[in-house]
């Protein structure tokens, strides 16, 4: 896979992750849909170092497998942890 499929997955995982965590995540998120995608990605890469904190393949087992269930996973729980420290930042906001 070239750097612009590279890309594109990680766009489409994201969106995937950052809806996902909004969809668990109590109460009302005032994020649009770019911004979501973009926690959803930085939470997949929390994801995997909360992930290999714990003796799992951490980022790596994102980047080579992406889309298995444990990875999914970790990535919402990853995504749920940056939403919720950026709805604390920006909570004031408004």
Do not use: E
């Not at 973009?38 to 393949?57: E, H, K, R, T």
């Not at 951490?58 to 980047?63: D, E, K, L």
């Amino acid at each position: 896979m070239g750097l612009i499929g590279l890309i594109i997955s990680w766009l489409i995982i994201g969106a995937i992750i950052g809806l996902l965590a909004r969809a668990v995540m109590p109460g009302k998120q005032a994020m649009g849909l770019g911004m979501t995608i973009v926690l959803g990605v930085v939470g997949a890469v929390v994801g995997g170092f909360i992930g290999s904190l714990f003796g799992g393949d951490g980022i790596s087992g994102i980047m080579n497998n992406p889309w298995s269930i444990g990875t999914i996973l970790l990535a919402v729980v990853g995504a749920i942890v940056v939403m919720a420290i950026y709805g604390l930042a920006t909570r004031n906001r408004a």
